[in-house]
């Protein structure tokens, strides 16, 4: 009897570049863009038609818009043979890419952002790892070395204070989880959207978790990005949403909920861990670099409350920095001052972190209520009391995430325990 080979695995075998159906579908989400549509898809065509040699479709997914974008894009398919639309009755770019992405006939998967902020040259490396199966997804990075991006500094800011939440919190180890411009293998999506709840714009965020978890390897393109000064995205309310995101994969991680080991066993992958260091660093390193990340995290907590303080009130943009910093605190102390890698662990660092920051915050604000229940102070003496109390505080914290938090035999035993 002739034994029967084993079956590859998704995403590790050459896509076929002929056939009868599409190599590439990329997908265009829309709501609301009558004017950016017909220039983005005239675009992108006139590039995939002159730079592509396989057989490709761009899917116009329209989000329940209420204006003219379907209108203008059921003529743009008309024109186009390559051109397809798909009306949703709902809005949500998770929604709209997980409908589209499932129903497609193509091996390779992708989408963009109609104001086609990513340079368009990025679009052949981003899907050639995926046809020859070295890899299961493909993103733009706008922060990855080589990237070139034009953007005002408080969307920067922003979006580098997510990816280090994202790193905190979930171990990522993507660089840029926002950015509109990705592919994956059709295979390797068709086992990991049934499990992405997201409908709207944490449906990447998710995605790329799920990926990571499973072992599946993403690989990263540094593009050249120009921010769309017109973009209609509420900051605000988008990231409130993503932190509920991050909140709700958080807990799904530790409790189970995520079928993690189910999607290893079905796409025959294992995660590829990242052995910590042997020897921490000296404490004279470990002091000079809890410095220099203390300093980095003040200036980030004053710029980030300016900005948060312009559109909410005092008492929620000071929480909001404060956590913000905190966590991202934490997780650059925890990789670079104390040395520990990969995520074994991590949530239980951000967990402890969290206290430690706590009563850092308790020793200040208490310092600054025993000066003005006993006296009346001046502003020098109140300054004076705040630098010491701070200084204290720094010490402390110090002290804890060395003794405590990321002391090196408990790190010893969380390794041995994994």
Sequence with gaps: MTPTAPAPRPGTVPVELRGPHPV????????????????CIRRLHAHLREHV????????????????????AERLAREFAEVEVHHLDQKGRGRALRTVWSASDAAVLAYMDVDLSTDLAALGPLVAPLLSGHSDLAIGS?????????????????????????????????????????????????????????????????????????GLRTHEVPVDWVDDPNSSVNIVKTATE???????????????????RRLREQLGRA???????GVPPKLATQAV?????????????????????????????????????????????????????GRDGAGRHQFEGLIVFGLGLALTSGALALLNGTTAPGLVLELSVLVL????????????????????????VTQKEH
């Design 24 to 39: 590439l579908d990329v997908v265009i989400p829309v709501y609301n863009e009558e004017t950016d549509l017909e220039p």
């Design 53 to 72: 040699p396989y057989a490709y479709r761009i899917t116009i997914a329209d989000n329940a818009s209420t204006d003219t974008t379907l209108q203008v």
């Design 142 to 214: 706008r922060l990855a070395r080589g990237a070139r991006v034009v953007r005002g500094p408080k969307r920067e800011f922003i979006s580098r204070c997510y990816n280090l939440i994202l790193k905190g919190t979930l171990a990522a180890r993507f660089s840029d989880a926002q950015c509109g411009f990705k592919a994956i293998r059709a295979d390797v999506a068709k086992a990991l959207l049934p499990h992405v709840e997201d409908t709207g714009w944490f449906f990447d965020t998710e995605l790329l978790v799920l990926a990571q978890r499973a």
């Design 242 to 260: 993503d932190l509920k995101g991050v909140a709700r994969l958080a807990k799904g991680t530790f409790t189970g909920e995520i079928p993690i």
């Design 271 to 277: 995660p590829i861990g990242v052995e910590a260091p």
């Design 289 to 341: 670099r809890f410095a220099a990340i203390g300093v980095a995290s003040t200036l980030a907590y004053l710029v980030l409350f300016l900005m948060l303080r312009t559109v909410v009130g005092a008492q929620f943009a000071n929480f909001s920095a404060l956590l913000v910093t905190a966590i991202g605190n934490t997780a650059l102390n925890r990789r670079l001052t104390f040395g520990i890698r």
């Design 389 to 412: 109390a701070n200084l204290a505080a720094t010490v402390l914290r110090f002290l804890l995430l060395r003794g405590w938090v990321f002391n090196p035999r408990r790190q010893a």
